[in-house]
Every structure is written in structure tokens, then in C-alpha cells.
């Protein structure tokens, strides 16, 4: 075997990824020439090295960074779509009305197909449909004990709650905010589920008020 052929199969041979007869092709090589020596050598090292390095374990706070980016990126994808059929209903009225008029009833076509968006057209006699046009977020379960969290004064935060009843990010309004406190309160709002807002009876996006009042008292 020349040095071509065994050099690309060095990784592979270090793994115990080669036949047989490539393993024992690739031994005799390497028995005889010190260049490949060197290159398997290096190998090995790098194999050491990268194995001593370990596992790292994720942040406590991942799952709640991820739902945050998934959340802020459907926004963004709904505000483009929106305003793609805003400037179409724009573009479309120009060439058909006056142009004095064709600002108002772009304006008012397009509230009124977003009406019809927004609202079924149908509304069966058992769905619960709210007397309001819009109720906020309610607290549905929390399995994260409040007796767990180390709090020397209460913190009362703003959350903000997806149209899935997930919290997306939150902001403190009142207490300590430092790092110590905001690890705790992701912990706790990971496993914290909402009734999400509504909006002419659909689920929307929402904000509500969160206090936490457990308080460590050291003897």
C-alpha cells in the first residue's frame, strides 16, 4: 500500500472503521513509513484531546431562549404576509379607482377582509365565544413548586404569553433582578402553562402579571 492510498484511511483505521484486509494493509504501512507515522500520530492526538474535552451540559435557561427565537421568527413571518396583501389590495385599487378615492376604500376593503380573517363566519351554539373582544391570559398550571425558588424579597414579573399559552419572555417590574434571580424564574416559568389570550374568540398573544412571593428566612 502506498502513502495515496493509506494517508485518506487513517481516520477511518483509528476508528476501527476499515476491513480486514485494509486494517492489516495499513498496519504494514505504517510499520514502514515514518511520514505516515507522523500523520497518525498527529491523529491520535487530536483524538485525545477532543475526547478529554467531555459532554457540556446545556444551559438551564435553553428551551426557554428557543421558544423565544421560534416565537419572534412566526411574528416576523406574519407581518411580511400581511403586508404582502396589504400592497397587493394597494396596487390592485390603483389601476381601478379614481385616485382621490382609492386611498379610502383600499383602506376600507382591507379592514374588512381582515375582519372576515379574524372572525368565523359561522358560530356554532355550543362554542364558548367570550361576551368581550379580547380576555388576557389566565394561569392554567404551574408544576414548578414555589417553595423551591430562594427569595429574599417577592418579585412581581410581566410575562409574555404566546398564542400557545407559552411564556416567551418576561421582564421584572418589581424586586431584585440580578442573574441569580432570572435563573430561578426560568426555571419556574418552563413549567408554567397558560390560557392564552383571546381575540373574537382565537387564541392570541398576550401579556400577564406573575408574583413571587416565597422568601428564604435564614436562622
Known amino acids: 500500500m502506498r502513502c495515496t492510498e493509506a494517508q485518506p484511511l487513517l481516520s477511518s483505521y483509528l476508528d476501527r472503521a476499515v476491513s480486514g484486509t485494509e486494517m492489516h494493509e495499513i498496519s504494514g504501512h505504517l510499520d514502514q513509513c515514518p511520514q505516515c507515522q507522523k500523520e497518525y500520530a498527529l491523529l491520535e492526538n487530536t483524538h485525545s484531546l477532543v475526547s478529554s474535552l467531555g459532554r457540556r ?20 413571518s406574519s407581518l411580511g404576509l400581511m403586508q404582502r396583501y396589504s400592497l397587493r389590495l394597494e396596487n390592485a385599487f390603483r389601476g381601478l379607482m379614481f385616485p382621490a378615492t382609492a386611498g379610502v376604500l383600499s383602506a376600507v376593503v382591507f379592514f374588512g377582509t381582515m375582519i ?3 372572525v368565523p363566519a359561522q358560530v356554532r351554539a355550543n362554542d364558548d365565544v367570550p361576551s368581550n373582544f379580547y380576555t388576557p391570559p389566565r394561569l392554567q398550571l404551574s408544576e414548578y413548586p414555589e417553595n423551591q425558588l430562594n427569595l429574599d424579597s417577592p418579585v412581581v414579573i410581566e410575562t409574555y404569553v404566546d398564542a400557545s399559552g407559552r411564556v416567551e419572555n418576561y421582564r421584572i417590574i418589581s424586586g431584585r433582578d440580578d442573574a441569580e434571580i432570572r435563573e430561578q ?9 397558560f390560557v392564552p389570550a383571546q381575540s373574537f374568540g382565537h387564541p392570541v398573544s398576550g401579556k400577564a402579571i406573575m408574583s413571587f412571593s416565597h422568601i428564604n428566612v435564614k436562622g
Open 57 to 76: 451540559q446545556p444551559p438551564s435557561d435553553m428551551a426557554l431562549k428557543i421558544r423565544v427565537a421560534l416565537s419572534n421568527e412566526r411574528s416576523r
Open 116 to 118: 372576515v380573517l379574524l
Open 185 to 193: 424564574l426560568n426555571r419556574a416559568l418552563l413549567f408554567t402553562i
